[in-house]
């Protein structure tokens, strides 16, 4: 499977072909929207996750709970992050 990754990786044309369709899914997906990041979507259980979640800085930490708290808010009026 490695080597498959990595031919799909190396390919410009697969990758040119998926690109577009990988940023309609994004932005179909909702999580920015609520102002959230892609990282901010990985489940803390995931003993990998702990790993590199205990590796960040204190302004990320506080950064990824103010986004968490941010979209549980937003989430709950059902509304959407304002683009300003």
Do not use: C, K
């Not at 410009?12 to 892609?38: D, E, H, K, Q």
């Not at 808010?73 to 059902?78: E, G, R, V, Y």
């Amino acid at each position: 499977m490695e080597v498959i990754g990595r031919a799909v990786q190396n390919n410009t044309a697969f990758r040119a072909i998926v690109r577009p369709l990988a940023n309609t899914w994004v932005s179909l997906s909702g999580y920015r929207r609520l102002g959230l990041r892609y990282d901010d979507l990985i489940a803390e259980e995931n003993p990998i996750a702990q790993e590199a979640i205990s590796r960040l800085s204190r302004e990320e930490i506080d950064g990824r709970n103010i986004r968490h708290r941010n979209a549980f808010q937003l989430s709950l009026a059902h509304q959407e992050f304002p683009r300003s």
